[in-house]
């Protein structure tokens, strides 16, 4: 080939490649000296093969592939008159344009809900704030979220049952934790190089599709330790049956009930209906209503069940009003060797509640430095509140609330 006639084919390509640009390809200044590299290794009379070193060098994504061919072969049939296909790449970029407007109009609406939204919770917070009779608060919400606010202790019959519905209808999640084992997965976590060669024997284009393997997850193990003695009382029934709900979704749950003794119920949560699984364990547990010794109890935990229910990063939730008659030295020793052994301990505790409460019982301010989470749960919201702190087990945020 002589010289004219190759500068004009180099000529040619610099063209094209802006061409392609124009129509939305990424195609920079490398890319178009690697196609003019190309063409002087290639037979040029065979115009099959000058398309594909042309697609290879310019194309980086194989979605383009089809529009890339209509292009060509528009561009190619007289490189010298371009102007024959300015029509193309005004459609190009009315389609574009049309997509940007319909884009923008999608996010004004979004913007417009966003705006009502904020207001009409501007306008209820600005009606409860200017109330000053009480009785107002029940016509601002609904039955449904006074039963949510109000507490455990104060429900009547009716309410715990209601309560209880709700309870049973609410969606409950939990983190997961990733593993060390691979899957196939879409994450570049790791090149599946078996499956990319399986999967590109006989490719259908002309890119190799990578196969990926990711982490495996696995929902985090949950341990429930749940105080039974007698200031409980108010609270007991209703958190038996979160648990057994929560069972129900997470079979990774192990649940003992403690006060003066500690007791295994993990297998009566395996019942189909609840009032069974409470008969039974209404049956086998001695203790209620008694006393609560937590350090005797943490040490039968540590000495008899810790090694079986501990693995896999396991977190412990402690159910109780740190009201304790045990021996406090112990109860020291043995919260310390359980947040050493669990991956977090969350403390549950309905007297955090009250506005004025204070932890100042000498149980309380024995086990809190060990505590990662502080939480009240004495009404359907703090069970909410759990729920979403159990959903975000793997975000080591820590969670201290006093009302």
């Known amino acids: 080939m002589n010289t004219v006639v190759q ?22 200044t490398g890319e178009i000296m690697t196609a003019i590299a190309a063409s002087s290794k290639i037979d040029l009379l065979n115009r099959e093969d000058f398309r594909h070193a042309l697609k290879a060098c310019l194309i980086t994504d194989h979605k383009f592939i089809p529009l890339f061919d209509q292009l060509f072969d528009l561009y190619w049939r007289n490189p010298d008159r371009i102007e024959n296909v300015s029509d193309i790449l005004r459609k190009l970029y009315e389609s574009r344009l049309s997509q940007a407007e319909l884009q923008s109009m999608k996010d004004q609406i979004k913007e417009l809900y966003h705006k009502r939204l904020e207001s009409l919770k501007e306008r209820e917070k600005n009606a409860k704030e200017d109330s000053e009779d ?81 982490r495996k997850t696995k929902v985090r193990p949950l341990v429930v330790l749940t105080d039974i003695s007698g200031s409980m009382d108010h609270y007991t029934r209703i958190l038996l049956h979160f648990i057994f709900t929560i069972h129900s979704v997470n079979k990774h749950i192990e649940a003992f009930t403690f006060g003066t003794r500690l007791t295994r119920i993990t297998h009566y949560l395996r019942q189909k209906n609840i009032n069974d699984a409470l008969d039974l364990t209404n049956d086998s547990v001695k203790d209620w209503s008694g006393g609560t010794k937590i350090g005797e109890t943490l040490e039968a935990f540590n000495r008899t069940w810790a090694r079986r229910v501990l693995n896999g990063g396991a977190v412990v939730l402690i159910i109780s009003d740190g009201w304790d008659t045990g021996n406090i030295e112990l109860l020291k020793k043995e919260s310390e060797r359980l947040h050493r052994s669990c991956h977090r301990l969350i403390w549950l505790n309905p007297n955090l509640g009250y506005k004025d409460y204070e932890p100042l019982t000498q149980g309380v301010q024995t086990i809190l430095p060990n505590v990662d989470d502080f939480l009240p749960i004495h009404n359907l919201n703090s069970l909410i509140e759990l729920g979403r702190v159990l959903k975000q087990l793997d975000k080591r945020q820590t969670f201290r609330a006093m009302a």
């Open 7 to 28: 500068s004009q084919l180099h000529d040619a390509i610099t063209v094209f490649g802006r061409f392609l640009r124009q129509a939305g390809y990424s195609v920079g």
């Open 134 to 214: 009480k009785t107002l608060d029940v016509f601002l919400y609904s039955p449904e979220e006074i039963l949510r606010e109000k507490r455990f202790d104060a429900y009547t019959a009716e309410e715990l049952e209601e309560a209880k519905k709700f309870i049973s209808r609410w969606k409950w999640e939990f983190g997961e934790r990733k593993l060390r084992r691979l899957h196939a997965g879409r994450t570049p976590h790791r090149l599946d190089i078996r499956g990319t060669i399986r999967k590109n024997i006989f490719p259908a284009q002309d890119f190799i599709e990578l196969q990926w393997k990711e």
